[in-house]
C-alpha cells in the first residue's frame, strides 16, 4: 500500500496506472474508520482493480468549530486497517494541499440541501460539495463508493455527479450496524456507556415507526410518538424525524407504499449529535 499527499503525486501514479487500463475505485472518508467504512473498502477492492482510499477531516463542511475539533484523528491505526484491508492508495492531503486559498465557491442544491440536515448543518452540504468535487478531480475515480447512513449526503452527491458531469459511476453501500443495531459511526467512540446505551433510541425509533408505517398506522401519530419518546428519554434531543422520498429526498407528509421511502433520523446524545435512516419499501 502507498501513502500520498498531493495531486501531483497521484498524477505521476495514474500515468503509471494508464498504461493497461484499469478502473479506479475510490473511497473518501474522514478516517477513525470503522467496519463501516471497510464494508466500502470492500466493494472497492472488489468492483475496481484499484483501490484508493482518500483521508481528509474537510474543514469546511463543519458548521461546528467544537465539531471539527472533537472530530478523532486515528490515522496510525486507520492505514494499518487499509493495508490489511488490501488497499493499493491512500491520499492523505493537508489541508493547505486541499485549500491553498480560503473558497468562496456556491453550490446550490435547491431544497434538498436546505431540508434535514441541510436545515440543521447550515453550509454543511456546500462544504461537501466543494471536497467531494475536489476529490473526484484529484483522483478521477471511475467508481466512487458512499456509506447509506449519510443518505442524504448521498443524494447531494447523485446531484453533483449529474449537474457537473462527473464521468463515474456512484455506488452506496448499506449501513453496518453493531449487534444491537446502533448504525456505526466514528462518532459512537465520544459515547460514554450511558449514552451508548441511550443512542439505541435512534435505531428503535426507526425500527418501530417503520413496522408502524406497515401496519397501516398515519405517519404524522407516529412522528408524534417518537417524539415524545425522546423528550422524555433525558440527555436526548430529537433534531428531526421525517419521512423522505429516498432518492430525491422529499419529505412526505404521509406515507404512500408505492413510493420508494426512508425515515431519517437526527439526535444529540449528550453533546454527541447522531444520525441513521432506515428504508421502508426499496
Ligand atoms: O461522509 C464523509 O465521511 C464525508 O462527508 C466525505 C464524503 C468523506 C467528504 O468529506
Not at 493495508?83 to 492508495?89: F, N, R, T
Not at 434538498?112 to 453550509?123: C, D, M, T, V, Y
Not at 406497515?214 to 433525558?234: A, M, P, S, Y
Amino acid at each position: 500500500m502507498k501513502v500520498f499527499h498531493t495531486g501531483a503525486e497521484w498524477k505521476e501514479i495514474r500515468l503509471q496506472l494508464l498504461q493497461a487500463p484499469k478502473t479506479i475505485g475510490l473511497v473518501p472518508t474522514m478516517g477513525a474508520l470503522h467496519q463501516g467504512h471497510l464494508d466500502l473498502v470492500d466493494q472497492c477492492i472488489k468492483n475496481a482493480d484499484v483501490a484508493v482510499v482518500s483521508i481528509f477531516v474537510n474543514p469546511t463542511q463543519f458548521n461546528n468549530k467544537e465539531d471539527f475539533d472533537k472530530y478523532p484523528n486515528t490515522l496510525d491505526a486507520d492505514l494499518e486497517l487499509l493495508e490489511k484491508a488490501g488497499v493499493d492508495y491512500v491520499f492523505v492531503p493537508s489541508v493547505e494541499t486541499m485549500y491553498p486559498t480560503p473558497t468562496k465557491l456556491q453550490f446550490d442544491f435547491g431544497d434538498l440541501e436546505r431540508i434535514l440536515e441541510g436545515a440543521f448543518r447550515p453550509g454543511h452540504f456546500n462544504g461537501v460539495g466543494v471536497i467531494v468535487s475536489k476529490l473526484f478531480h484529484s483522483i478521477s475515480p471511475d467508481i466512487a463508493f458512499f456509506g447509506q447512513k449519510d443518505l442524504q449526503q448521498v443524494a447531494i452527491i447523485r446531484k453533483l455527479v449529474n449537474d457537473l458531469s462527473f464521468p463515474l459511476e456512484l455506488r452506496l453501500v448499506p449501513t453496518r450496524r453493531e449487534e444491537d443495531g446502533l448504525a456505526m459511526s466514528s462518532r459512537n467512540r465520544r459515547l460514554n456507556p450511558e449514552q451508548r446505551k441511550k443512542a439505541l433510541i435512534l435505531h428503535d425509533s426507526l425500527v418501530f415507526a417503520k413496522k408502524e408505517l406497515e401496519k397501516g398506522q398515519n405517519w404524522l401519530d407516529v412522528q408524534q410518538i417518537i417524539t415524545r419518546n425522546f423528550e422524555e428519554l433525558e440527555g436526548a434531543e430529537l433534531e428531526y424525524f421525517e419521512l423522505v422520498e429516498t432518492d430525491k429526498f422529499e419529505v412526505f407528509k404521509e406515507f404512500d407504499l408505492t413510493k420508494k421511502s426512508s425515515i431519517c433520523v437526527a439526535a444529540y446524545i449528550g453533546d454527541v449529535r447522531l444520525i441513521d435512516n432506515l428504508t421502508i419499501n426499496s
